[in-house]
Structures are given as structure tokens and as C-alpha cells.
């Protein structure tokens, strides 16, 4: 005896169809899972013994096989024990209900109750898109299968529930976007807060504005954090296409809040400076994406950079470049995107104190080079602003005068991005950060004045081909919040002071 279910899968941020076969055929009793299953997916088999004989149903004393098609493709996770379930009520004839256009989804508990899995909602995207008219999903997941249009998707609970629904009996209400709410910005924290610091103020609604890296460098307490946690505040809204992919990598990492549906705030990550390469890059036995994906299309903060690992710090080289990691395994290679703001933050010694003003740095020469050496030079010319960050002066934090608020700065931005958005339409470029070389010129014209101010700072300052693009590209954000269309010397010069902070620490102190 024969039958045929549909499920999904998952390789990299795609999902991809997988057809659950069941056989049972004479012999001695026995149940394979065949076609490349995982640990979790082969452990499937007990869970669903059990589901089967608690949830009063007779589990065939046969020569059971399932194949899982393709063959070819690992499948991993406890995804597939709902569909294994159904696949043997209808080989052996405990369900009779057409199937051919639905799928399924989910992981059961040994009572027959359907609990959450990971990666939900690109797998309903690839079932929509393989022509698949109905979805089954557990019912903790429904907020995200909800996202979807073009797609029928129901929340399930448990087995009896849905066979209920299978054969006529009382339906399951499918899942509607107008349930489930999207998340808001209302706990992010304002720049209304920050007392002080206008040029790093400034220099954070630059790298906002064209989605530059930002490297903040100044004394403990001297408010690096805090403007690092107020970036989201001031960042332009999120397209539906990057909401939608930054909702699929967090669905993967099962990092998406039960009741909410389409990702709307732009991701922060900000991670220990203890996490390994593959946390931070994306990996494991079980290839999961890192900080650098879950912070896809918003921002990753490294706060005391220099304590990261040498190899963790490294490993953010390509990704900053290309915008995209891939993660190669004997069994598969995966890709998953990256595009995001590296903001990090450090002090210019390791006692912290090194050029303060009031307070004297007790570092000897050697130890606070070794200290900055930690940052390799290829790293830092991948950020794009240098941003000194002072001590705040007692007069500032006692003022009453009521600081910019996010709301403002933001307005800015967006007017920003607009102009970006226009000059960008029908490409892949998405900010002036992500400008490819090859289209420099024809998307920053300069005046003959600011291009001799750049050749007088490339010779002077010795700077490297990426360094000299990533001014030319800085240099476009602030004309873009000028509203100009040509870069003129302000321009040019504001982008090179973001350039200059490298040579009094990296080699003053060297």
C-alpha cells in the first residue's frame, strides 16, 4: 500500500518542496525514514508512534518506509512529523481525504498536540509559489503564516483538530493578517535623550541617511552606547521586500515574537564580545544563520570592538563587502543575505583615558598599542565614518534646552533615502553605501573644486582605492541631505574629517 503527502523544506532562506512518501508492505515490523533525514527528523519516528497511539488511532504492524523526495537534499528539524503522522493514517486507510494541494508543517508532541517549528514563513512562500492552494501550520506559528497572500493557511493545534477539519467535520478557521499585529518603534529610545555630542549626533544621521559603517572612539561613559541604541530611531521605514526577507531569516532562527507578524522595525543585534565566528557569521553542525543575517537590512553593534576575538572580528570582512555569506558543508552550501550597518564602539586605550582631558591615561606605549593592533587595518578601512566621541561637560547634562528628537532627524533621512530611492530605481542598489565603483562617477558628480580637495587628501593622507570610495559615497549622503545634486567642497570635506580620526590613534600611538 501507497500514499503521498506534500511538505516543505528549507536551504538557506528558501524553502523548497518535499514529497513525504509511505509504503507498508509484508515483512517484520520496522519504521525507516529514508531520503537524507536528519537526527531530529529520524527521532521523528517515536514521536509519532506515540502521537498515533494517544490520539486512539491504530499504528500499522507492518514494514513501514518513508521516503522523503528529493532524495538528494537534507531535510532537517522536527518539521516533518505532522505530515509523517498523516502519511500513515492514509496508507493505512485511517484517513481518506484528497490532499494533492495541501501541505504540512509542524512538529507533534506525544499527545498528539502540534507545537511551533522554525522557518514557517519561507516555507509557506515556496508552497504558495509550487502552486500549494492550502497551508497547515501550528497555531504558534499562525502570525507569520499570515504574512503571506495568494495562500490559504490554517493554524493547527492538535492532530484531532485538524483531522476533524480533513473530513468534513468542524473547519479551522484560517489565519488572517488583520489578526496579528506588526511590531512598532514605540520602545526604541530617542536622540531627545543624548545631552551633547552634535558631531556625533550629526555623524550618526549621515550613516543613517546612506547606510554607512560607523566606528565610535572616546572614553567609558562618554555616550557611545547610547547613540548606538538610538540609531533604529532615526533609520528610513522598511520597504515591503526588505521587511519581508528580514522576516524570513529571523522565522529561521526562530527569532520572531509569537503574535507578531511582518518584521517593521529594522533589526539591532548587538552581541557579546564572547560570541564564536559561527554565531556571529552563521553556521554550526546545523548551519543557522549569524548576528551579521539577523541584523539584515538594519543594524549589528560590536560594543568594545578590540575584545572580540581576532578571528570573529576578520570574519565580518567579506560580509561587509559583498553583503552575503555562504556556509559550505559536506552535505550542502548555504547562502544567506547580510546587508547591515556595522556601528561599533571602543575606547582609545585599554584604561579608557587616552586623550582625555581631566583624567590621565595610565597605559604604557606598548600595551595600548597592542591594545588598538587588535583592529587589523583591512578591517578598518571597510568603515566608513571615524567618529571621536568627547566627555559630556557638566554644563551640557545639567542643561534644561530640550535636545533634537529622533522624529526630526529622521524626517531628514527619509527625505535622504527619497532621493536615493529615486536615483537608484531598476537597480539592486539600495543606499549610497552600496554604490558599486563601476557607477561612481555617474552617480557622484563633483565640482572641479571638491575633486581637488580630494586629490590634495588622497595624497596627503595616504589613503587606500576603498578608502577614496568610501568618501566619495559619504560625501554623497551629505549632499543628499543638502538636497544638492552635485558634491561641492562642504561636502567633500565633512566626508573626509569622517576619515582622519584613524591617524591620530592608529598611528600617533604607533
Known amino acids: 500500500m501507497f500514499s503521498s503527502l506534500n511538505s516543505m523544506g528549507l536551504s538557506g532562506i528558501d524553502g523548497f518542496m518535499v514529497k513525504v512518501e509511505a509504503d507498508l508492505s509484508q515483512g517484520l515490523p520496522g519504521f525507516d525514514v529514508v531520503g537524507l533525514p536528519g537526527a531530529a527528523v529520524r527521532e521523528s519516528r517515536g514521536r509519532v508512534r506515540a502521537a498515533l497511539k494517544n490520539g486512539g488511532f491504530t499504528y500499522p504492524v507492518s514494514r513501514i518506509t518513508i521516503n522523503l523526495a528529493p532524495a538528494d537534499i537534507r531535510k532537517e528539524g522536527s518539521v516533518y512529523d505532522l505530515p509523517l503522522l498523516l502519511a500513515l493514517l492514509k496508507v493505512s486507510d485511517q484517513l481518506r481525504a484528497d490532499l ?34 492550502h497551508v497547515f501550520i501550528p497555531a504558534d506559528n499562525a502570525a507569520e503564516g499570515a504574512v503571506v497572500d495568494g495562500v490559504t493557511v490554517y493554524p493547527v493545534k492538535t492532530v484531532t483538530e485538524l483531522l476533524l477539519h480533513l473530513q468534513g467535520g468542524e473547519p479551522i478557521t484560517p489565519v488572517s493578517s488583520d ?32 547606510g554607512h559603517n560607523i566606528l565610535l572612539i572616546g572614553p567609558p561613559g562618554s555616550g557611545k552606547s547610547m547613540l548606538a541604541k538610538r540609531l533604529p530611531s532615526i533609520l528610513p521605514d522598511m520597504t515591503p521586500a526588505e521587511a519581508l526577507e528580514a522576516t524570513k531569516i529571523h522565522s529561521i532562527a526562530g527569532e520572531l515574537h509569537k503574535n507578531a507578524g511582518l518584521l517593521t522595525v529594522r533589526p539591532f543585534r548587538s552581541p557579546h564580545h564572547t560570541i564564536s565566528v559561527a554565531g556571529l557569521a552563521g553556521g554550526g553542525t546545523t548551519p543557522k544563520p549569524g548576528e551579521v543575517s539577523l541584523a539584515h537590512h538594519g543594524v549589528l553593534f560590536l560594543d568594545e570592538l578590540p575584545e572580540f576575538s581576532r578571528t570573529a572580528m576578520e570574519s565580518l570582512r567579506q560580509p561587509l563587502e559583498d553583503h552575503r555569506v555562504t556556509i559550505s558543508r559536506v552535505s550542502a552550501t548555504l547562502s544567506y543575505p547580510c546587508s547591515f550597518m556595522l556601528v561599533a564602539a571602543m575606547n582609545p586605550c585599554p584604561c579608557g583615558f587616552y586623550g582625555h582631558p581631566t583624567r590621565k591615561c595610565t597605559c604604557s606605549p606598548t600595551a595600548a598599542q597592542h591594545y588598538l593592533s587588535r583592529i587589523s587595518g583591512p578591517l578598518l578601512d571597510r568603515v566608513d565614518l571615524h567618529i571621536e566621541v568627547p566627555p559630556v561637560e557638566f554644563e551640557q547634562l545639567t542643561s534644561k534646552s530640550a535636545s533634537e528628537s529622533s522624529a526630526s532627524i529622521r524626517a531628514r533621512v527619509n527625505a535622504a533615502r527619497a532621493i536615493q530611492n529615486k536615483r537608484f530605481a531598476g537597480t539592486d542598489v539600495i543606499s549610497n553605501a552600496t554604490i558599486p565603483a563601476g557607477k561612481l562617477q555617474e552617480w557622484c558628480p563633483m565640482t572641479e573644486a571638491a575633486k581637488t580637495l580630494l586629490q590634495n587628501a588622497f595624497d596627503r593622507m595616504g589613503l587606500s582605492a576603498r578608502a577614496y570610495d568610501r568618501i566619495v559615497k559619504v560625501a554623497r549622503t551629505v549632499a543628499d541631505l543638502d538636497a544638492a545634486d552635485v558634491i561641492d567642497v562642504p561636502h567633500i570635506a565633512e566626508a573626509i574629517q569622517y576619515r582622519s580620526l584613524d591617524r591620530k590613534y592608529w598611528q600617533e600611538r604607533g
Open 100 to 133: 494533492s494541494d495541501c501541505a504540512f508543517i509542524g512538529e507533534l508532541s506525544l499527545d498528539g498536540e502540534v507545537r511551533p517549528v522554525t522557518g514557517v514563513l519561507p516555507m509557506v512562500i515556496a508552497a504558495r509559489d509550487n502552486g500549494i492552494k
Open 179 to 210: 489578526d496579528y499585529h506588526a511590531e512598532t518603534d514605540e520602545h526604541v529610545p530617542d536622540f531627545a535623550d543624548v545631552k551633547g555630542q552634535a558631531a556625533a549626533r550629526r555623524a550618526m544621521e549621515v550613516a543613517a541617511a546612506g
